[in-house]
């Protein structure tokens, strides 16, 4: 099958489109042949290298899958050849206390497909334990199915798992052009929220108010806590959903109301900030981390998304063997949802 892999870290042009051998399934895994892959900052990162951390290589990047079912393995029960499906990108034993009790995310075995342990689905097919296919209704395409697992189940965790969002409250979204951006503005109006949406053009701001934002602030030419102290009367927001890091995070956690929650998933700015600690407990603020979400979250965001209720927005799509266009184009910030690559 045709694949792109890197066999060392660096630069877009580490990525080699190039014939690898067709994964063989397990007893309960199943391959799918891939229709539509999304990209992720996750691919980016394992491509550059983690500090301190090792991955085996020659890799295969990407989490965020669909295609259609072409084996299953002699212990799989449900799954049928031919059958659409999207696939869950979190990998877990699905045997510890965390697992058991739906939890699958804090597994200590946790990760995400496409990081270490499994290939991901930059290639024509992908093995996955038979748990992470989610059958999709014909009327939802490959590339939408792709672009909704990961970023949506984050937002979801955050939203409504850790910051336990509430009809009424005002969200504070940042970068408002990223997969996460984009499904945390509709999830907050979705619960009943008031959203103030970031981002550094005035075309995403535009995109993300026919998203739902409610009220949008210009990072590159407006001052974000301050228009968030104009835009509230100077009350402050209840949530912050961000994953940005050093750039912000500051301005964020001043921008809450007292008794608010910032919520945070990522580091694509740094990941070193200042924080006075008299400011955190005296306005009795929450700082809550987040990672994914469970495959239960999951399927609870997926309702909507099949009601048409939740909608990714992609950018444009590439052919697979255009990835590190499509990588590069990701590095550049110039897109607004999310990127999809076709094998």
Known sequence: ?????????????????????????????VLVRVRACALNHLDLWLRRGLPGRSIPLPRIVGSDIAGEVAEVGSAVTRAKVGERVLIS??????????CLNGRDNFCPDYEVIGSSRSDGGYAEYVKVPEVNI??????????????????????WHMLVTRAGVRPGETVLVIAAGS???????QIAKLFGARVLATAGTDAKLQKAKELGADEVINHSTQDLLQEVKRL?????????????????????LLSLTPGGRLVTCGVTSGYETRLDIRYLFSRQLSLLGSFMGSKGELLEAFTFFV???????IDRTFPLQEAAAAQRLMEERAHFGKIVLLP
């Open 89 to 98: 990108p979190g990998l877990s034993c699905g045997q510890c206390p965390a």
């Open 134 to 155: 989610v059958p999709i209704p014909d009327p939802i395409s490959f590339e939408e199915a792709a672009a909704f697992p990961l970023v949506f189940l984050t937002a």
């Open 307 to 313: 009601q048409g209720r939740l909608k990714p927005v």
């Open 232 to 252: 509230t009367d100077r009350r402050g927001v209840d949530i912050v959903i961000e994953h940005v890091g050093t750039a912000v995070f500051e301005k964020c």
């Open 179 to 185: 997969g996460v951006g984009m499904a945390a503005i």
């Open 1 to 29: 099958m045709k694949a792109v892999r890197f066999h060392e870290h660096g630069g877009v042009d580490v990525l080699r489109y190039e014939d690898v051998p067709e994964p063989k399934v397990g007893p309960t895994e």
